[in-house]
């Protein structure tokens, strides 16, 4: 699981880049390392680069962000420069079913700290920065 999220992380990094490069005109790629997250040192990475999954975004259905295309296209290559880039009108597999497996479980999508928690890392990094 860790090698699919790296590189999906890294898949959404390059669409942001991109977007910054096409909105501003800038090649933000020359002034930062986008995307900052190497697989080279995860083998569990390897198998998804292989499938291709780093040049894909995908969307849930064929009406979900549709202004993509703009960003994310095939005249677009990976920061790698293994190939073109994709938009695909589906989740990939296994999809929903995967989501609706963790219905109900705010922190499998997001941190779940409590307030106190909170509080005490806010805490530690106001006194580290003194």
Do not use: C
């Not at 790296?6 to 090649?27: D, E, P």
């Not at 975004?57 to 420069?81: H, M, N, P």
Request: hydrophobic share 35%; charged share 30%.
């Amino acid at each position: 699981m860790l090698g699919y999220l790296l590189v999906r992380g890294s898949v959404h990094a390059q669409a942001f880049a991109l977007a910054l490069k096409k909105l501003t005109g800038v090649a933000v790629e020359n002034m930062l390392p986008v995307p900052n997250i190497t697989h080279d040192n995860i083998p569990e990475a390897k198998k998804y680069e292989v499938e291709g999954r780093h040049r894909v975004l995908y969307k849930f259905s064929d009406r979900d962000y549709a202004d993509i295309a703009g960003i994310w296209s095939a005249d677009e290559t990976t920061y790698d420069k293994t190939g073109p880039l994709e938009v695909v009108d589906m989740p990939p597999d296994p999809g929903p079913d995967s989501l609706k497996a963790m219905e109900g479980s705010a922190s499998s999508f997001t941190p779940d700290y409590a307030p106190e928690e909170i509080v005490e890392i806010a805490r530690k990094l106001y006194d580290k920065s003194k």
